[in-house]
């Protein structure tokens, strides 16, 4: 079954210790994606990666890092997490293209005490 | 700056259309896209709009005008099942692979 799937579901942390969500697809795609997503403000882009070893930054990029070693693997990191960082997190990957279809995964919902 | 804004909340009854408007102002554009969340879930793609016109899909359309910065998702013969947050999106062009989110218009379709 073609997925993106992320690993923790559900994470409650303390402030400064390191963690990393994972984030991996099985459709071969290119682009791979990370969005943070929060009540009134919506979906904003964290990193996101046009392909294996290529990450940029997105709106929000601050506190946190990506790495693109493999083309399936795209995992965030949380280097010191802190409160604000308390969010609903989505990783998503797209084959580009014309249509440009982003397929996400079920999210990590992320809580820093 | 980039700005991409949509209504936050409309309310329709059962078996009625719907119009989500969705207004940008980016410093580069490639394309508009429009994506249904239902509350608790993941975003699920509708459409990808890059030239001018209406796009259909079934009881969905999307419509795009790059140069009013202008576009709007059309639900018609709505269903209770059409409940759900409807979130607009820019691709930009001066970071290839940057999207910008507008902050979801929430549908709540009604009996």
């Known amino acids: 079954e073609a997925q993106v799937t992320q690993n923790p579901r559900y994470l409650i942390t303390v402030t400064g210790k390191k963690l990393t969500v994972t984030c991996s697809q099985n459709?071969?795609?290119?682009?791979m994606s990370w969005y943070r997503q929060d009540p009134g403000l919506g979906l904003r882009q964290i990193y996101y990666?046009?392909?294996?070893?290529?990450?940029d930054k997105g709106d929000v990029p601050e506190g946190y890092k990506v790495s693109r070693k493999e083309k399936r693997n795209f995992p965030l990191i949380l280097e010191s997490p802190s409160p604000n960082q308390t969010s609903l997190y989505f990783c998503?990957?797209?084959?580009?293209?014309?249509?440009?279809?982003?397929?996400f995964g079920p999210g990590t919902r992320l809580t820093v005490t | 700056g980039q700005n991409i804004d949509q209504p936050t909340e409309m309310t329709a009854t059962e078996g009625a259309i719907v119009q989500i408007n969705c207004t940008y102002q980016?410093?580069?554009?490639?394309?508009l896209f429009w994506y249904q969340q239902h509350a608790g879930e993941a975003p699920t793609f509708l459409s990808y709009?890059?030239?001018?016109g209406l796009e259909e899909k079934g009881r969905f359309s999307s419509f795009l005008s790059r140069s009013k910065g202008y576009s709007y998702l059309l639900l018609k013969e709505l269903q209770m099942k059409d409940s759900a947050s409807y979130l607009c999106?820019?691709?930009?062009?001066?970071?290839?692979?940057?999207?910008?989110f507008g902050a979801g218009t929430q549908v709540v379709v009604t009996p």
């Open positions: 998503a990957s797209s084959p580009r293209g014309a249509s440009w279809e982003q397929y």
């Open positions: 459709m071969n795609h290119e682009y």
């Open positions: 990666s046009m392909n294996v070893e290529v990450t």
């Open positions: 980016t410093s580069g554009f490639n394309g």
């Open positions: 709009n890059v030239l001018d």
């Open positions: 999106a820019a691709l930009l062009t001066d970071s290839w692979g940057k999207l910008q």
